[in-house]
């Protein structure tokens, strides 16, 4: 009788552990995830959001909106070789005085990359990270001393480490970017590391991401994104934002920036194939 019951136990749990890991896709079904998936689609997050700086006063020239447009066109349907996927993507980020007279833009930064990303697997043949190699360009469009632009060779790597938790990081090799911004690396680094965890899914999340200048002092960034959702089945969300550090816009790279702002945000679904089905 106790045999018989410890047989049964055990296939429970058995059952219990392979259910757990069929939650996650297999390289079969990533491939055929990469088939169904539209090919134009969001790439970075989608935002409009507002807010003041909190380490000195409140003036009509700090008091922002900043906003970003982003999107990506996959450019086959069929994954290449080696199972990767091949696409095109443009990100455009504004900063705007909407409160000062006239409501200039203080800046405009255009954003165009092209990438190859691959999606890695663990043991057992579940998809668990995905790596991007991305050639980058970023500029504000403009002449004379206010031009700013830089170039970059940037390797990616987001892994998933538990059901709710990603950790990522990225490193980048810039080029031709000495003549408009010949210290940026000094307050932004060549390095990322970023962590992404939903506190309740699809609910509640934050995204923290952090960089270091080359410089041995204080210079990089600390930025905090808090994200809620009141809406269900739905990538829009409510946003809470702390930026503190460097490089936030490309004209004044080179400026302390430590401001708060909230505002809306449509999220991408570009990772949601790292989590369960």
């Not at 405009?108 to 663990?122: E, R, W």
Request: aromatic content about 16%; proline content about 3%.
């Amino acid at each position: 009788m106790f045999q018989r019951r410890f047989y049964l136990i055990l296939l429970f749990f058995s059952f219990c552990i392979s259910s757990v890991y069929a939650q996650y896709r297999t390289k079969e079904e990533i491939e055929e995830y990469f088939e169904e998936e539209s090919l134009f689609s969001i790439y970075k997050d989608n935002y409009f959001i507002s807010g003041i700086p909190i380490d000195t006063g409140i003036e009509k020239t700090n008091a922002d909106i900043k906003y970003q447009l982003s999107v990506r066109q996959r450019l086959t349907r069929k994954s290449l070789p080696w199972n990767t996927q091949l696409y095109m993507s443009y990100t455009q980020k504004a900063f705007w005085h909407i409160w000062a007279r006239s409501s200039p833009f203080e800046e405009i930064v255009f954003n165009p990359t092209i990438a190859v990303q691959k999606p890695l697997f663990n043991s057992r043949n579940e998809v668990n990270s995905l790596a991007t190699l991305v050639l980058e360009h970023q500029s504000n469009g403009r002449d004379s001393i206010q031009s700013r632009s830089w170039n970059m060779v940037k390797l990616s790597y987001l892994r998933r480490i538990s059901e709710k938790t990603l950790v990522g990081a990225e490193v980048w090799t810039p080029f031709w970017y000495h003549e408009d911004n010949p210290d940026i690396l000094d307050y932004v680094g060549t390095y990322k590391l970023r962590l992404v965890h939903e506190i309740i899914p699809n609910k509640l999340n934050v995204d923290v991401h952090l960089q270091k200048g080359l410089k041995w002092n204080w210079n990089g960034v600390a930025r905090t994104r808090l994200f809620y959702s009141p809406f269900k089945k739905t990538n829009q969300y409510l946003m809470l934002e702390w930026y503190i550090g460097y490089g936030e816009s490309l004209l004044d790279y080179d400026e302390f920036r430590n401001r708060i702002r909230i505002g809306y945000v449509i999220k991408t679904n570009d990772f949601n194939f790292l989590k369960k089905k």
